[in-house]
């Protein structure tokens, strides 16, 4: 079956400290792995993939296939960070399989 | 370029009831999928079109069925809804022959359905 496991459903940090989100899947494939970032009242959209292995607005993501994880990583949140944060896998079909989400919040 | 436009933003509709959904592709993408988004869980995959035939379909009964015309405009109706039909529901568009181009997808901003 495939399936994107975020566990967690709100992560709160202090701005300037390290961000983790993290992220599970389950797919007998190679899939292509990809983060989605919603902020406030805008649409869903793509911040990194990773295939092309790089940093968006500070942020990383690794894919460990021995540990089928594409965890988000970014080493000092900024307020501005705050937003919905949601893992999505792709097989192919083409079709998007997202988590259930992890809401940054960074705090003053 | 407005992007992917969804009309209704907001709609309230009676359990039994039937709803249509409409969504306008970004100019240029002849392809549009339709995902649900219930509160506090991801997008879920409902179907996909292009050349007005459905071309995927997720895990969805049918009564959530779907149309493309020809300006590759697309609808969603949902017959005898139910309360767990209350979602955001959520258009992307692309293009057909470059799907493997992830920055080619662009979601609509949504209509939030809630079946009351």
């Known amino acids: 079956a495939q399936r994107v496991t975020q566990p967690e459903k709100l992560l709160s940090v202090f701005k300037g400290a390290p961000v983790e989100l993290k992220c599970n899947y389950s797919y007998s494939g190679s899939p292509e792995l990809f983060w989605y970032v919603q902020y406030s009242r805008q649409r869903l959209q793509l911040l990194l993939r990773h295939i092309s292995r790089e940093s968006i607005k500070g942020f990383t993501a690794d894919l460990n296939k021995g540990e089928t994880s594409f965890h988000l990583k970014k080493p000092f949140a900024q307020e501005e960070d705050s937003a919905m944060y949601y893992c999505a896998l792709r097989g192919s079909s083409y079709k998007l399989i997202f988590g259930s989400g992890t809401r940054l919040l960074v705090r003053p | 370029d407005a992007g992917v436009t969804q009309s209704p933003t907001h709609l309230i509709k009676t359990r039994g009831q039937q709803v249509t959904l409409r969504c306008s592709p970004k100019?240029?993408?002849?392809?549009v999928s339709w995902y649900q988004q219930a509160l506090g869980q991801g997008p879920q995959f409902i179907f996909q079109?292009?050349?007005?035939?459905?071309?995927q379909r997720g895990n969805f009964p049918d009564r959530f069925s779907g149309h493309q015309f020809p300006n590759y405009s697309s609808e969603l109706n949902v017959n005898a809804l139910l309360l767990g039909d209350s979602a955001l529901y959520l258009c992307a568009s692309s293009l057909w022959h470059l799907q493997g181009n992830i920055y080619g997808y662009t979601f609509g901003s949504g209509t939030r359905l809630t079946v009351v």
């Open positions: 100019s240029g993408h002849d392809t």
């Open positions: 079109y292009y050349e007005e035939e459905e071309r």
